[in-house]
């Protein structure tokens, strides 16, 4: 009589489950380094104007793009408010209120937007104000 071994046989087969949280952690990574590269893309288009003067060599740079999102110097300001722009202004320009800004705001940014950067620098008591536009097309 033969007698046989009443073990079930394993079958060999491949865990997915780690393979999906691998992936998942890639997808996850990928995504978030993706977001780095915002200012890259931000694409300006200045209002035209005929007389160009040069900008002071230390200045605060203020960008405004179209969709109305503020950058003070190297930073994007994270809301739209009046308070948010004066902190963010005050952070990168310390104590100097005598600091020349550049505010670059695109030409197709909501006017709103630029009189709230405007308004937060005159409360922060900032008077040397330049507007930078782009040359006028030689026809």
Do not use: C, H, W
């Amino acid at each position: 009589m033969r007698i046989r071994d009443q073990r079930a046989y394993d079958e060999p087969g491949i865990d997915l489950v780690p393979l999906i949280d691998v992936i998942l952690v890639l997808i996850i990574f990928f995504v978030i380094t993706t977001t780095f590269d915002v200012r890259s893309t931000l694409q300006l288009q200045l209002p035209v104007a005929s007389a160009q003067q040069p900008a002071p060599p230390k200045t605060l740079n203020i960008l405004v793009n179209a969709d109305g999102r503020y950058f003070v110097g190297e930073q994007e300001v994270l809301r739209t408010d009046v308070e948010a722009v004066k902190q963010a202004i005050a952070a990168a320009a310390g104590d100097d209120r005598e600091l020349p800004v550049m505010l670059r705001a695109d030409a197709r940014t909501p006017y709103q937007a630029v009189v709230t950067a405007q308004d937060a620098l005159a409360q922060l008591g900032f008077r040397r104000i330049a507007i930078a536009t782009a040359p006028e097309p030689q026809s």
